[in-house]
């Protein structure tokens, strides 16, 4: 498969609706990226979950999941499945964390996700960063939502490993969910590795990028 590869990456934003959303739909892109781009920064901005038990899991997943990071993280408070009643507090979020960093790579939901909470924080990215490469990343669910991605970044069978160790980890009050188990995030990470010709990857979909080819 041809691959597009950007230059070095020093400024990552991974953005989320909730806490385990990163992790969960790019945790092993994570994983690989700290690991090849040792002190990347990764700006981490998570819409729900502020001080609850919930904060202190995603803030010890994500230093996991960032090794080597120098990571900031930021987990506020608005509240469950009610994101779009709640939109100028999440556009206002956006906007400071734009303020403050240029990055070469935003981790961020899909535009299309069924769950109204992760549809709405996508449609929000390219109004705060509009020049910037997004990769809306995906998250298995009840809804069947599941389409088809353009974009994939391969996993070795040690990082996908890694992956499902590391969430069930740390995400204890996330276990008893009948789709938060070893088989569905390896058997989707299986199913796109198919797609791109690897062992395991994780998928993302594209709205627009530039070619940087030379005349």
Wanted: with cysteine; proline share 6%; glycine share 8%.
């Amino acid at each position: 498969m041809i691959a597009l590869r950007p230059g070095r990456i020093r400024r990552v934003v991974a953005l989320g609706a909730h806490c385990d959303d990163i992790p969960i739909g790019a945790g092993g892109t994570l994983l690989t990226l700290c690991a090849a781009n040792p002190g990347v920064r990764v700006d981490a901005l998570v819409l729900s979950g502020g001080g609850s038990r919930r904060e202190d899991e995603e803030r010890a997943a994500l230093a996991a999941f960032c090794p080597g990071a120098d990571l900031d993280v930021a987990v506020l408070k608005l509240p469950d499945g009610r994101f779009p009643a709640h939109w100028d507090e999440a556009k206002s979020a956006l906007e400071e964390l734009r303020a403050r960093t240029e990055p070469d790579l935003l981790l961020a939901p899909r535009t299309d996700d069924a769950h109204q909470d992760h549809r709405g924080l996508a449609s929000l990215v390219p109004t705060c960063f509009r020049d910037h490469l997004a990769l809306g990343y995906e998250i298995v669910k009840w809804d069947g939502d599941l389409g088809t991605p353009n974009a994939y970044q391969p996993l070795s069978p040690e990082t996908a490993e890694d992956k499902v160790r590391l969430l069930h980890e740390h995400y204890a009050s996330q276990r008893h969910r009948p789709w938060y188990d070893r088989e569905a995030f390896l058997g989707l990470a299986r199913i796109r590795g198919i797609e791109c010709q690897a062992r395991y990857a994780e998928a993302f979909y594209v709205h627009k990028f530039v070619l940087g080819l030379k005349d």
